[in-house]
Antibody, heavy 122, light 107 residues
Framework: EVQLVESGGGLVQPGRSLKLSCAASGFTFSNYYMAWVRQAPKKGLEWVAT????????YYPDSVKGRFTISRDNAKSSLYLQMNSLKSEDTATYYCARHVNYGSPWYYFDYWGQGVMVTVSS | DIQMTQSPASLSASLEEIVTITCQAS??????LAWYQQKPGKSPQLLIYGATSLADGVPSRFSGSRSGTQYSLKISRLQVEDIGIYYCQQASSAPLTFGSGTKLEIK
């Protein structure tokens, strides 16, 4: 059974940093692109970051580029999101998600974690 | 960036009714569209990919279709367990973008 379990969320002041982790199990982690997707309270879904199987390629939307860094440790089947210079608009539930391709130019998300809440407030 | 305009924002329907949700892409994305269901308090779940292909374990009452840059999700006979918020997502190019969601309730 595929499982993705996030951790590391919490309350953080604006301008500070936070690192999220995602522990994966039930599949060969190193074979899949992985991603983070967030959802602000009562709002929709927003893609945050994607990382290739080896970790050599990373992708971000403009909203977090230069502030967030996605990384992975295939030996530990773990995914990370380093968030720096946090803003109030980064307040959201952050989901770890597995990417799947199905022949598309880019990726869908076929498994999601339960999410971890990040609140940016003074 | 590709904008995904989803409608309606909310929908109330009776059990066994046919429900249709639509998503309009701001440019050609081919068949590279997915639909997700997010039940209350839960994570999103993949329903449809490639505009028309059913994901594993998804009931056959769900189906997807495409007409040009307009995509539709149809639930053929609405069940209680179908309540939640539905999102479309394009997988044609980065940044990956989602529709704003359709909240589905039982009348």
């Amino acid at each position: 059974e595929v499982q993705l379990v996030e951790s590391g969320g919490g309350l953080v002041q604006p301008g500070r940093s936070l690192k999220l982790s995602c522990a994966a199990s039930g599949f060969t982690f190193s074979n899949y692109y992985m991603a983070w997707v967030r959802q602000a309270p009562k709002k929709g879904l927003e893609w945050v970051a994607t990382i290739s199987t080896s970790g050599s390629r990373t992708y971000y939307p403009d909203s977090v580029k230069g502030r967030f860094t996605i990384s992975r440790d295939n030996a530990k089947s773990s995914l990370y999101l380093q968030m720096n210079s946090l803003k109030s608009e980064d307040t959201a539930t952050y989901y770890c998600a597995r990417h799947v391709n199905y022949g598309s130019p880019w990726y869908y998300f076929d498994y999601w974690g339960q999410g971890v809440m990040v609140t940016v407030s003074s | 960036d590709i904008q995904m305009t989803q409608s309606p924002a909310s929908l109330s329907a009776s059990l066994e009714e046919i429900v249709t949700i639509t998503c309009q892409a701001s440019q050609d994305i081919g068949n590279w569209l997915a639909w997700y269901q997010q039940k209350p308090g839960k994570s999103p779940q993949l329903l449809i990919y490639g505009a028309t292909s059913l994901a594993d374990g998804v009931p056959s009452r769900f189906s997807g279709s495409r007409s040009g840059t307009q995509y539709s999700l149809k639930i053929s006979r609405l069940q209680v367990e179908d309540i939640g918020i539905y999102y479309c997502q394009q997988a044609s190019s980065a940044p990956l973008t989602f529709g704003s969601g359709t909240k589905l309730e039982i009348k």
